[in-house]
Nanobody, 123 residues
Framework: QVQLVESGGGLVQAGGSLRLSCAAS????????MGWFRQAPGKEREFVAA????????YYADSVKGRFTISRDSAKNTVYLQMNTLKPEDTAVYYC????????????????WGQGTQVTVSS
């Protein structure tokens, strides 16, 4: 079955950087869109970024555009989220997700989810 395993979260000061990884297994992901979402305490899960596995097209939420970069390594079946210039409002649990077919920002459109990794940004 499909497994998505996130890693790379942690505690960082404002202005710092982290790189999240999502190791994907269980099938060929060439027809998938891979996304990163986040959920802060008391808030709904929100879209952060997505990448088309085949074409490499990328999409970002306005709140992270210019600071975060999503990428994928097909040889390693891994998706990354490079997060720079982190802010306290970026604090959340970050989730990797996979969706068969095209790009979407909607949580319910994604078929598979990882367990999440905590990112905490101190001021």
């Amino acid at each position: 079955q499909v497994q998505l395993v996130e890693s790379g979260g942690g505690l960082v000061q404002a202005g710092g950087s982290l790189r999240l990884s999502c190791a994907a297994s269980g099938r060929t992901f060439s027809s998938y869109t891979m996304g990163w979402f986040r959920q802060a305490p008391g808030k709904e899960r929100e879209f952060v970024a997505a990448v088309s596995w085949s074409y490499g097209s990328t999409y970002y939420a306005d709140s992270v555009k210019g600071r975060f970069t999503i990428s994928r390594d097909s040889a390693k079946n891994t998706v990354y989220l490079q997060m720079n210039t982190l802010k306290p409002e970026d604090t959340a649990v970050y989730y990797c997700a996979a969706r068969l077919r095209g790009y979407s920002r909607t949580t319910n459109d994604y078929n598979y989810w990882g367990q999440g990794t905590q990112v905490t940004v101190s001021s």
